[in-house]
């Protein structure tokens, strides 16, 4: 069903507009590339709203006659053609989710209903979580009135959750619920990544599960090394040398069952995306590393968005490439900063688990 059911013509449902009558030229729908930004240079930033694909940039404000850019236009006719839509984000920029959300419902009207294929996965939901999902979708079914991302929350426990504190996701909870997509957990179980990360992969899977996931194949020396300092970067230097390499080992798990779901998602539904932290949908070694692996003929985009900094306006500086020097993602979606941006995270850190005395 994967191989029959491509998203050309399905994913026109977050981007292109078939409307009845219209221009072929003239068929996607203004300001949807950029993820919902004004096509102003916010905050006089020139990036602001652009979109770039690792060899090009259009900036936001150079529109057609049909009143969209060269970048709405290069990033629809990419993601037409796709089964599986990776799309990334800065966790605590609400404006990520604000405008993915927007990028959701601009489409789920049309007239082609291009929407009805897809299946949406979100990391901020654990797969220990499914019985909160399974009866938000009994809910969704058989209540009096329609359902809404309170209901979602409510079913998942979503204020005991760490991600209710990152940012409002309320947004794009509510676009997927309007849009009826089925909602998948892309996170894998809290016991098992914890085992992941404190023992290793051998100890938490057995190896019939590691070799289906493609985790029995190495990722390389160069990506192995990237992935460590990664690690240690992003926990500010915080973590034992010693712990780094099972954390490690624990973040490949986290992307192997991320690719794990969406394939499954993709298989039942013709299509899947996923909502995810822009480290997992990097092309050279996050989720579709692992889809590739196993499937190298379902055809992936991954879109990150990312924030405009001051005085960087080099739209290539912000690519995140591989040790080999490639792009790791297919588009880049320019947007404003998020909060606090001026701070160190590493001193909130490093505060946060400094003992008193």
Known sequence: MLGDLKAAGALCGLIVWLGIGEAAACRIAPGIGSFGTERTASAGHPLTGGIWDGSHFWPNR????????????????????????????????????????????????????????????????????????????????????????????????????????????TPLFDAAITARLPIYAADPPRDTMKKAAKEGLTVALSHDERARLALDTPLGDAHDAASLAEIEGSHCGMIPKSAQPNMAQAQRYRDAHMADVLLKAAEAHGSAILIAGNGHVRTDRGVPWYIRARRPDVKIVSVMLVEVEDGKTDPEAYMPRGPDGKPAADFLVFTPRGPDRDKDPCEGMKAAVKKPG
């Open 62 to 169: 150079e529109i057609d006659g049909c009143g969209v850019t060269g970048g709405e236009r290069s990033l629809s006719e990419a993601v037409t053609k796709a089964q599986i839509v990776l799309l990334g984000e800065i966790h605590d920029n609400a404006g990520h989710h604000q405008g993915r959300a927007n990028w959701l419902n601009s489409e789920r009207g049309g007239p082609t209903k291009p929407l009805r294929h897809f299946a949406i996965a979100f990391e901020q939901i654990r797969a220990d979580q499914q019985a909160g999902l399974d009866q938000f979708a009994d809910f969704n079914a058989h209540a009096a009135r329609l359902a809404n991302s309170g209901d979602l929350k409510r079913f998942l426990e979503w204020d005991k959750s760490a991600w209710s504190k990152m940012a409002d996701y």
